[in-house]
């Protein structure tokens, strides 16, 4: 039996707004792509005059799972293991 193997790549990836915070220091959006089961949060600072946002920075995780990625080819490299070790484990079981 041939098993065909997992290849997620950041670009096929398609982010849905989930919703939106805004705090008087910062300004928090939620994403998900319940395809992959992937959620992206992206945390915007506000600079000192409350009206611009500054720099922001954005938090990949896989839903389910503690683990908090800051690169979205790593948060791909742990799916694909992940999701091709189960696929070998269930294979091999067969």
């Known amino acids: 039996m041939e098993t065909k193997i997992n290849k997620l790549c950041p670009e096929d990836i398609e982010w849905k707004f989930i919703s939106s915070l805004a705090f008087t ?10 395809e992959f089961g992937l959620e992206m949060e992206v945390i915007t600072k506000k600079l000192s005059d409350n009206f611009s946002f500054g720099s922001s920075k ?8 503690k683990k908090e990625y800051t690169d979205i080819q790593i948060l791909c490299d742990d799916w694909n293991e992940n999701k091709n070790t189960l696929k070998w484990k269930i294979n091999t079981r067969n």
Do not use: L, M, V
Request: charged letters at 15%; one cysteine or more.
């Open 25 to 34: 220091d910062c300004h928090h959006a939620r994403y998900t792509s319940k």
């Open 58 to 65: 954005t938090y990949y995780f896989i839903t389910g799972q």
